[in-house]
């Protein structure tokens, strides 16, 4: 008897080879034959008349073979040709060095085909299509077919045949995760229905159900993780942090926005509850979320503790400091980077020991087991999505249940917000702060270079100051998208030499190329996206953007955010030349919307979720089955009934195998 626990070397025909080639596409055991998801299905129950064939389609006929077989020799290969007929036309059939077909077809039988059609004129033909006798019951021909990701050396008939083999065990008892009354509530199949039609659907609609159980079963697991997460932080005693925020407001130099004032509210909520705080600030670039950190790291350091705030460059955390500094003066406020002298970071490590330093603002050195932290309250993470949940459970061990903050400037729709940040409260910033333009965008092509760099002459002459972006840093042997390095040599046909700097990740000064542009001593900074995020000139009034068809619209959103930030009038130009209908589709959004919570949509829309959050690449999210956008439909059914179940058993104590299976999604891609 076939069992789930067996390893595939068990299942009929599968020898030590075909073990190993199993293994390498993860099938070891009937289970993993069995959760194996098929990439597509073929639907080969359609069958058409021959004289409706159309070219390079895949199609079904059922024809009579008429006359004998054909054998040739042509190119060192033997081609074997029978044609078939039915009462609309005729098919030429064709198959290579299979000698085994010379006997296969009797003159006026019927016979099923299914294959890639060629059409020359009134010739149709196939190469190598299936075959078997009409009226012949299952096979590979009139039915749902599976198509299944496949590896190099591993056939889809390997795979489709220990598969097959594997669904006897759909007859053992099998344990359904999903208990019976989420199922109900959500409409799911039960796990031994949904298997066996994810392999043999009789319909689309049966396969298509089929899969999304799997994705149900997932979201579920994920959001029971991040509701367990958040009740764990309700059970934890926190910090009683509590002041009067006057002298907070009256020091600042600016009013806040009313987005602002009430994210104020909700942290001084959070930080007077007694249980940790667990937030998200969520807002539009240029939105104010700095003065919104300050608010929590104010309310910290009057209560006599620590907060620390996490950046993700040195650029952005020296930047910070600066901006604390005036936000909060006379607080002790540090940096603490990679970068710091021997004799600096000695200094700022006693600061931080002995409690002077109030505020602790630093990069990943920050998270070093070692330092003293046990006076930390608070622990901020700016650029969420850019350090990854990781990081953010360590700051959330630094001290006894700090309160967290987390600040993002990536817009995202609610139903992500629950896939990606279901265990904080979300604060939205949605408007910007009086005085900050919006950014004029236009999209240009590359032969217009010139009348763009006298358009930037006379922002510099009335003391603005340009960015210039390009996708590389320097040039690509093979050619192709501008990079910085030459790009910002040839400027000085058009402007003084010492008037250009270049920046890109691979230098070393990156501080003090950065220090010089913003200080004015030059007034063209050429670089790579390292500038994306949070850099603050706001003298720079021009932002152009070459290759721009090579960015997606979040990341052109940010860049654009770079400008604008001070009183003058301020432009983005794109250069390129796109050529993709999604190409174009990004730069007309980028010319007529200014939101960054709809072009976070549009973004989505048009690219996915794994380029826009970047966590396929960092690993932190990786879903076997569910796609957060096209599955987006099962989030609130998944959400609701994760939140319904743990009424009942908030601790999953009743169901062990549940319990087990969040904590393998979770060590999965790191979110504990």
Excluded at 51 to 71: H, I, P, Q, S, Y
Excluded at 223 to 236: A, D, I, N, T, V
Excluded at 266 to 273: E, F, K, S
Aim: charged share 25%.
């Amino acid at each position: 008897m076939v069992t789930l626990s067996a390893g595939v070397e068990t299942l009929s025909g599968i020898g030590p080879k075909k073990k190993e080639q199993l293994a390498s596409v993860g099938i070891h055991t009937v289970r993993d034959a069995l959760f194996y998801v098929p990439l597509r299905y073929e639907d080969r129950r359609e069958r058409k008349d021959i004289a409706a064939l159309t070219d390079g389609e895949k199609a079904g006929v059922v024809a009579v073979a008429t006359g004998k077989m054909n054998v040739r020799r042509s190119g060192g290969k033997t081609l074997y040709t029978q044609t078939f007929r039915d009462g609309t036309g005729s098919l030429r059939v064709t198959w290579q060095n299979t000698p085994y077909l010379t006997k296969a077809f009797v003159h006026g039988a019927a016979y099923a085909l299914y294959g890639r059609v060629s059409v020359k004129g009134n010739l149709r033909q196939m190469f190598s299509p299936l075959q078997q006798p009409a009226g012949k019951r299952g096979g590979q021909i009139g039915s749902i077919v599976p198509v299944y990701p496949a590896g190099a050396g591993v056939s889809q008939s390997l795979i489709s045949s220990a598969i097959a083999a594997s669904l006897p065990a759909l007859g053992e008892e099998m344990e359904d995760l999903l208990p019976a009354v989420v199922r109900q509530s959500a409409g799911v199949p039960d796990i031994r229905r949904s298997l066996y039609a994810l392999h043999r659907p009789d319909t689309m609609e049966e396969a298509a159900a089929a899969m999304d159980r799997l994705k149900f079963e997932e979201l579920f697991l994920l959001f029971l993780g991040m509701r367990l997460q958040r009740k764990s932080l309700e059970h934890r005693q926190g910090y009683v942090l509590s002041c009067n925020m006057d002298p907070f407001y009256k020091n600042l130099p600016f009013t806040l926005t009313d987005g602002q004032k009430k994210a104020v509210e909700d942290i001084c909520r959070d930080m007077a509850g007694g249980r940790p705080m667990n937030r998200l600030v969520e807002g539009d670039v240029g939105s104010g979320k700095t003065a919104v950190a300050a608010a929590a790291l104010y309310i910290a350091a009057v209560c006599g503790k620590q907060g620390v705030l996490m950046a993700p460059t040195e650029i952005l955390a020296r930047q910070h400091v600066d901006s604390l500094r005036m936000l909060l003066p006379g607080f002790e406020i540090c940096l603490l980077t990679g970068r710091l002298k021997a004799a600096e970071r000695r200094e700022a490590e006693a600061k931080i020991a002995d409690g002077r330093a109030q505020v602790i603002v630093g990069t990943q050195a920050v998270l070093n087991e070692n330092l003293p932290l046990s006076r930390v309250a608070l622990a901020i993470v700016d650029e969420q999505h850019r350090f990854g949940v990781r990081q953010r459970g360590f700051l959330s061990g630094l001290s006894q249940s700090p309160h967290v903050l987390v600040m993002s400037a990536t817009p995202i729709p609610r139903t992500l917000s629950l896939t990606f940040y279901g265990d904080l409260d979300i604060s939205v910033l949605p408007a910007r702060p009086a005085g900050r333009q919006a950014v004029e965008t236009f999209a240009v092509p590359p032969s217009y270079r010139e009348r763009m760099y006298g358009f930037i002459k006379k922002e510099l002459e009335k003391g603005n100051r340009a960015y210039i972006i390009c996708p590389l840093a320097e040039e690509s042997e093979e050619g192709g998208p501008v990079d910085a390095v030459s790009y910002a040599a040839g400027l000085s046909a058009f402007f003084p030499k010492e008037s250009v700097l270049c920046l890109h990740g691979r230098m070393k000064n990156k501080e003090e190329i950065m220090e010089r542009f913003s200080t004015g001593n030059a007034k063209i900074l050429v670089s790579t996206t390292v500038v994306e995020v949070g850099v603050d000139v706001p003298d720079a009034t021009v932002m152009v953007v070459e290759n721009a068809e090579r960015f997606g619209l979040s990341q052109l959103h940010q860049l654009r955010g770079r400008v604008g930030r001070g009183t003058e009038k301020s432009y983005c130009i794109l250069v390129s030349e796109p050529h993709t209908k999604e190409a174009k589709a990004r730069l007309a959004t980028m010319k007529k919307e200014n939101d960054g919570f709809k072009i976070a949509e549009e973004d989505l829309r048009l690219r996915g979720p794994g380029e826009f959050f970047g966590v396929r690449q960092h690993g932190d999210l990786q879903l076997l089955y569910a796609d957060i956008i096209e599955d987006s439909r099962l989030v609130p059914a998944a959400w609701a009934g994760a939140e319904a179940f743990l009424r009942q058993d908030p601790q999953l104590k009743l169901h062990p195998s549940l319990r087990e299976a969040v904590a393998g999604l979770y060590a999965r891609f790191a979110m504990n």
